[in-house]
């Protein structure tokens, strides 16, 4: 069914996400080793069978492929390899100048500040954007969207996108939150490390209790190469402040699970 799919020279959103799922095996997020051996193999014959060439994309990405082997392609990177019909995920991404800018957009639709984006604060955020990519579409196009947005990126399927989820649209380079990965915690522990750096008893973090934390963490996780971009992450990570003030719930987005 999947390597059919490959055939057409248009994909939608819905048949993207079938080709996403039949290829990520191990349901891990990432196209990687045998499953992107097998992602390759099938895209080249399935492109010979229909008549058609490799694009551009596809020969960028297979020649890349073929210089590092161990490489792994996001589900994000495979909308830019794909002829996907909405590309809404790429008009969004390609407006995002770093994790600071992602996440200052966070706050613009995370409208009553839950912590989430529900489907009705989604679907505002695609219609704008999409208007901003000089495109319109009707309501039930835009449904239909929201739809399959909340399927590609909502990992637990509780029908609303949380900061982490939603930061999967930002290449890796550029995604903060990346560093946090394996080392979210309960919020218990996260209460109790908050307090021990919140030696005032604020309720807040200043920039250098912040900077306490995240070298604290660094060092925790053995991300002692990651020292050098503590003034990058700090930046971003203050974007969700409120006047210079990071509360214990902002700071609960990066570093909590959800229990």
């Not at 297979?62 to 994000?76: F, G, H, P, T």
């Not at 989604?122 to 239909?144: G, P, R, S, W, Y």
């Not at 990651?226 to 974007?239: E, G, K, R, T, V």
Request: charged share 25%.
């Amino acid at each position: 069914m999947a390597s059919s799919l490959l055939q057409l020279v248009e994909i939608s959103a819905s048949q993207f996400l079938d080709i996403f799922h039949h290829y990520d095996n191990d349901g891990n997020g990432f196209i990687e080793g045998k499953e992107l051996q097998s992602f390759i193999r099938e895209l080249r014959e399935a492109r010979q069978q229909a008549g058609l060439d490799l694009t551009d994309e596809m020969r960028q990405f297979v020649c890349e492929y073929e210089k590092n082997s161990d490489r792994r392609i996001s589900l994000v990177e495979l909308v830019q390899v794909l002829p996907t019909e909405e590309n809404f995920l790429l008009f969004f991404r390609q407006q995002l100048s770093s994790c600071s800018h992602f996440i200052q957009v966070w706050r613009r639709y995370d409208v009553d500040k839950s912590g989430y984006i529900e489907a009705n604060e989604l679907k505002n955020f695609l219609k704008d954007l999409l208007l901003t990519a000089q495109q319109t579409c009707d309501d039930t196009k835009l449904d239909e969207y929201t739809a399959t947005t909340l399927k590609i990126f909502d990992s637990n399927a509780d029908g609303k996108l949380c900061l982490a989820e939603m930061s999967r649209l930002l290449p890796d380079k550029h995604n903060v939150l990346l560093m946090f990965e394996g080392v979210k915690m309960s919020k218990l522990e996260f209460n109790r490390i908050f307090d021990l750096y919140d030696q005032d008893g604020s309720g807040f973090m200043d920039d250098s209790q912040l900077d306490s934390l995240l070298t604290h963490l660094c060092e925790k996780n053995n991300k002692v190469a990651l020292s050098a971009d503590l003034p990058l992450y700090h930046s971003s990570i203050m974007d969700l402040s409120d006047g210079g003030k990071l509360y214990r719930s902002e700071l609960c987005l990066l570093l909590c699970h959800e229990d």
